[in-house]
């Protein structure tokens, strides 16, 4: 049985495209598969096994980025070392180095980069912006320097239809972040839950960026019940919109799992995804995941006016697309969508479709399975 190990400093131990989505479907497949993580608790150690998957947490100081990135990630490597894996895939930019040295050790090495991280370094707030260009050029230089030296780097999309690897690792797979369907609720489940028609919502991360800002004086114009579920950027931000007279029209639910969130979907009638134009986010060519969530559940989505979202709107009907920036028009577009049911029940359906037909996690498992028997028959494994 071929042996795989993921490892991640920087992720929970039950992250969804590490865990439950590829380490879970590999383990369904028939691998034996352990994931090393950054522990919950930072000062204990554990093992378990979830979904027929190895789960080894191993403790991590993340008081600072500084002390994970240097001594959380060396720790996270050390453990899964000792896994002796045949194939190993990495979660995190600060994994760069012990992915080279697995590489080095002959070991097949995947890199899944889970963002652009050289478009997103501009964008930290963190890092003072007369040095930011410079650690970007400096990190693609080096990631760029590793890439062409491992095996294979997963990424989510494509950037304006360019893979952004290309020319730069030996091969690139594309898998989105798309939902598992089993997990979600569906529009004839969430009919049992009470909808007052008059609340919408928005999970994830909960950031000026990803346009919660606008979001809030929207559902304020428009009159309705903003439903927000996730983790604020800052408790900073947090003050800073709790602040805002408009908020009152906001129900704020804090971090919640999935099953939790498959509750709010089906308590609200438009699910909202205005991400500002921003870093990296309007020329991503897939959705964020809980656009996918939101289909999924029959929700009709007004989505931020680029050009993948508009296409993708436009293609298979499932919502709308506006100006993330202009309240005035997101609050336009929840009342027409909210004063005719009739086509925001089509959009819902049309979206359940999509996902049923291109956008669900058993798609892009193929794509995984694919990529690690490539890798076992290079090695004799399979």
């Given at each position: ?12 131990p039950?992250d ?8 879970a ?16 608790d ?7 096994t ?12 993340a ?18 070392l000792e896994?002796d ?30 963002e ?14 007369f ?12 990631e ?15 950037k ?9 690792a ?8 798309a ?8 529009p004839e ?12 919502c ?6 000026y960026q990803r346009?919660?800002?606008h979001?809030?004086?929207?559902a304020?114009l428009?009159?309705?019940r903003?439903?927000l ?17 408009e ?20 308590r609200?009638s438009?699910g ?7 870093g990296?986010?309007s ?15 029959g929700?009709?989505?007004?989505v ?14 499932f919502?709308?697309a ?13 009342k ?5 049911q009739?086509e925001?029940?089509?959009m819902?359906?049309?979206?359940r479709?999509?996902?049923l037909?291109?956008y ?23």
């Amino acid at each position: 049985m071929t042996k795989v190990c993921h490892f991640s400093s920087a992720h929970a131990p039950n992250d969804t495209r590490i865990f439950h989505k590829q380490c879970a479907s590999l383990a369904k497949a028939g691998y034996d598969v352990t994931f090393v993580v950054k522990a919950k608790d930072e000062k204990s150690a554990s093992t378990s096994t979830e979904k027929g998957v190895h789960i080894i947490q191993v403790p991590v100081d993340a008081s600072s980025r500084l002390k994970r990135m240097l001594f959380g990630a060396k720790a996270v490597y050390q453990k899964a070392l000792e896994v002796d894996a045949d194939i190993y895939e990495f979660h995190d930019p600060e994994l760069l180095p012990y992915g080279l040295k697995l590489a080095k050790k002959g070991k097949k090495v995947i890199f899944d980069s889970h963002e652009d991280y050289p478009t997103q370094i501009m964008e930290k707030e963190w890092i003072p912006s007369f040095l930011r260009k410079i650690i970007s050029g400096v990190y693609k230089a080096y990631e760029t320097h590793v890439v062409k030296r491992l095996d294979a780097v997963l990424f989510p999309c494509t950037k304006n239809g360019v893979n952004i690897f290309e020319g730069r690792a030996k091969q690139t797979v594309i898998i989105s972040n798309a939902v598992m369907v089993e997990e979600m609720l569906s529009p004839e489940e969430c009919g049992k839950t009470h909808k007052d028609g008059n609340s919408i919502c928005c999970t994830g991360s909960l950031t000026y960026q990803r346009g919660i800002t606008h979001l809030i004086k929207a559902a304020h114009l428009a009159g309705v019940r903003l439903i927000l579920a996730g983790k604020y950027s800052s408790e900073a931000y947090q003050k800073e919109l709790e602040a805002m007279p408009e908020y009152e029209c906001v129900e704020y639910l804090g971090y919640l799992g999935r099953k939790e969130l498959a509750e709010v979907y089906a308590r609200s009638s438009i699910g909202m995804s205005t991400i500002l134009n921003v870093g990296q986010y309007s020329s991503l060519d897939n959705f964020p995941t809980k656009v996918y969530e939101y289909m999924a559940a029959g929700l009709p989505v007004i989505v931020s006016d680029y050009p993948f979202m508009k296409r993708s709107v436009k293609e298979d009907g499932f919502g709308v697309a506006v100006d993330p920036a202009n309240p005035q028009e997101i609050a336009q577009a929840i009342k027409n969508l909210l004063s005719n049911q009739t086509e925001a029940s089509f959009m819902g359906t049309a979206g359940r479709e999509a996902v049923l037909k291109k956008y669900n996690w058993g798609i892009e498992e193929e794509k995984l399975f694919e990529l690690y028997r490539k890798l076992e028959q290079e090695t004799g494994l399979a």
